[in-house]
């Protein structure tokens, strides 16, 4: 049963495209392509939770058209990647407080 419970989490942040895993470990860069693409409205976004702010902005942004393998914005995947996202931003703290303090927020724009 726990490893039924662990697969299935890793799966559902594959799946989802965990905000997290953009911005903490795949770097800026990728954060910035993947919210340039949606056409968020956001300008930057703080290090700290940057997850979850990842995935407000990626609310903010345009629908993904139909013929894509991109989830729209809106979707309930983003609302259960929200909550996956705040849990990692928390575990995150540590690198991410001293991060936004070296470097600021990611900027967007």
Known sequence: MK???????????????????????????????????????????????SGVAYDFCKLSGEPAPVHTWRASSGTPGSIIDMLFSGILDTVALPYTIYRQSRDGNISIR
Do not use: F, M
């Open 3 to 49: 490893h039924r419970l662990i697969i299935s989490g890793i799966l559902i942040l594959t799946l989802t495209g965990c905000g997290t895993v953009n911005t903490v470990v795949w770097g800026d860069a990728v954060t910035v392509r993947n919210l340039k693409q949606s056409e968020t409205k956001c300008d930057s976004i703080p290090r700290v939770y």
